[in-house]
Structure formats: C-alpha cells, structure tokens
C-alpha cells in the first residue's frame, strides 16, 4: 500500500466521523428548534440564541449548517413532511381495501390538526411567515410528496389519471387541514368522512 492510499483512507476516515458528528449537529439543532417554536407558540419567535442554548451548541455550529433561522424553519418543514409520510405511509399499510387506504390517509393528513400535534404544526408555519414553504403554504412539491402514496389506491380505484388526481385531492386535504390550524378547530369524524368522500369521488368521477 503506497502512502497515498494511506493518507486517502485516513482522509475518508475523518471526512465520514466528521459527518457523522455534523449530522448530529443539525438533528440536535432541529429538534431543538421544535421544541423552542412549541413552547413559544404564536405569541413570540424564538431567537437563534434560544435554540442553540436549548440544543447545547454554539452560534458557530449554528451557522455551520443553517445561513439563518429562516432556512432552518424550512428544514423542519421539510422534515415535517418526511416525517407525516412515514406516518401515513404505516397507516395506509394496514388497510385491505383502496378505499380504506384513502380513508387512513385523509385521517393521517388531519391528524396534525389535532391536540399536541397541531399546536406544533400551528408555531412552525407561523415562524415560517413569508417563506411560502411546507406542509400548509406551498410549494407544489410539499403536496406533490403527501399526494405520491394516493396514487396506487387512486389507480386501484380505476382513475384515469391517478397522480393528478391524488395531486388535486392532497390541495384539498391540506387546504381544510390549513383552515383547521389557523381557526384552531380540530377536524373531528365528520371532516374524515366528507374530505375522504370528496377524495373518493375524484378518483371514481363515473360513479
């Protein structure tokens, strides 16, 4: 082995233990920063002084990862996301029909306008203000992500144009679920019901 296979490895090495403790660095940050906007609500926003001191860290290891506390409300809304499509993804699993698949779906999406949950989701989209970013406010790719497990129910189901649609029903769903929020006004039975019809009734326009 010559010795700039060495120094490559060794290199390699400290590259992988570095990102691995960066990687650290950021779900520190971001669970911090969760639980910081939580406990702030919708009264106050927290500074970044606040969230570094609440994930032991430092300002440096703050700006190491996030340009600003903007771009790290856009993280944890993108982390938001991830998260809600693994939530879903283990409830549409256990259904045994695409109709239940929906039904568990649409009660997955207005889960997070309930309780603790929804108070959460309530703080970070008003500490995102103008960013026009994530589950509730945009962009079209947030939606597009939570619509991509409708597809096969909805192609099931015999749509035509199945991820179109599942697109059109995830605006709707997270639209009422955005209402929800800001009206604080969980959405109960009734909602599941009405939105998994409308959503149903999308995916079957013939019946």
């Known amino acids: 082995m010559t010795g700039d296979d060495i120094a490559t490895r060794i290199a390699q090495r ?3 233990q570095r990102g691995a403790a960066y990687a650290e660095e950021v779900r ?11 406990r702030c609500g919708t009264s106050a926003r927290p500074r970044v002084a ?3 001191a ?13 340009a600003s506390k903007d771009a790290l409300v856009a993280a944890l809304l993108e982390d938001g996301t991830s998260r809600l499509l693994g939530y879903l993804g283990h409830r549409m699993s256990r259904s045994t029909s695409p109709e239940d698949a929906v039904r568990e779906w649409v009660a997955g999406v207005l889960a997070q306008g309930v309780g603790e949950v929804a ?19 945009g962009p079209p790719e947030a ?13 099931e189901l015999g749509c035509a144009e199945p991820e179109f649609v599942a697109t059109l029903a995830a605006h709707a769903a997270v639209g009422h679920l ?10 109960g039975v009734a909602d599941i019901e009405r939105v998994t019809a409308f959503c149903l009734r999308a995916a079957r326009p013939d019946r």
């Open 28 to 38: 520190r940050l971001l669970d911090a920063g969760l639980a910081v906007m939580r």
């Open 119 to 137: 108070a959460t989701t309530r703080a970070v989209m008003w500490n995102a203000g103008g960013l026009a970013q994530g589950l509730v406010t």
């Open 14 to 16: 400290a590259l992988a």
């Open 143 to 155: 939606n597009a992500r939570l619509a991509a497990p409708l597809g096969a129910p909805f192609a």
């Open 178 to 187: 955005a209402e929800s929020l800001w009206q604080q006004v969980e959405p």
């Open 50 to 52: 606040d969230i570094v």
């Open 54 to 66: 609440a994930a032991g860290l430092s300002n440096d290891a703050f700006y190491r990862h996030f």
